[in-house]
T-cell receptor, first 117, second 113 residues
């Protein structure tokens, strides 16, 4: 089946620094990718929809200047948490659905555990 | 607007007992429905999916789910639970591949000896 790879799986950074998370679709071209945030013991909250070659679409309440999304190629989307603060600590998961298949499940990356100290 | 409700936050079952996790959805068109499982600190693994056709779908690890349009439900079942099934289970609904899935809040499954 299709595979989505996310890197890194965990990262610790200092408050005020920026962190980049990569999401790659390994065996299909993902024109659209999705970024979720998950708080402990909670569900996945959609942050934004990443569109190849165009601006991302952010969900209400998500700061687009803090969470920069770049989808420069059909197989790679990146999420950059800028000027990270402890409240940004969370589990971030990317997802992609194969556009070549109209009916398809979402494939998820392994997730990235971000800890801001 | 689409939404998913998982009424049970936690469920505890004995190993070997049967399991049913409830999921109700609200969706304006014919829904695509999914069940995912998540182990701690991990991504999500697809258990099964429903797009059309037979309303009883079989998934991996012995799981099955039944789509009931009249009840707007897509409950997950397993006849005999194993200790390794302890995890977080998410029901999700979505449209075609251009759209993100909408997740329920999840049900945490605990399996006792």
């Amino acid at each position: 089946g299709a595979v989505v790879s996310q890197h890194p799986s965990w990262v610790i950074c200092k408050s005020g620094t920026s962190v980049k998370i990569e999401c790659r679709s390994l065996d299909f071209q993902a024109t659209t990718m999705f970024w979720y945030r998950q708080f402990p013991k909670q569900s996945l909250m959609l942050m934004a929809t990443s569109n190849e070659g165009s601006k991302a679409t952010y969900e209400q309440g998500v700061e687009k200047d803090k969470f920069l999304i770049n989808h420069a190629s059909l197989t790679l989307s990146t999420l950059t948490v800028t000027s990270a603060h402890p409240e940004d600590s969370s589990f971030y998961i990317c997802s992609a659905r194969d556009p070549g298949r109209l009916t398809t499940e979402a494939f998820f990356g392994q997730g990235t555990r971000l800890t801001v100290v | 607007a689409q939404s998913v409700t998982q009424p049970d936050i936690h469920i505890t079952v004995s190993e070997g007992a049967s399991l049913e996790l409830r999921c109700n959805y609200s969706y304006g068109a014919t829904p695509y429905l999914f069940w995912y499982v998540q182990s701690p600190g991990q991504g999500l693994q697809l258990l099964l999916k429903y797009f059309s056709g037979d309303t009883l779908v079989q998934g991996i690890k012995g799981f099955e789910a039944e789509f009931k349009r009249s009840q707007s439900s897509f409950n997950l079942r397993k006849p005999s639970v194993h200790w390794s099934d302890a995890a977080e289970y998410f029901c999700a609904v979505g449209g075609n591949s251009g759209y993100a899935l909408n997740f329920g809040k999840g049900t945490s499954l605990l399996v006792t000896p």
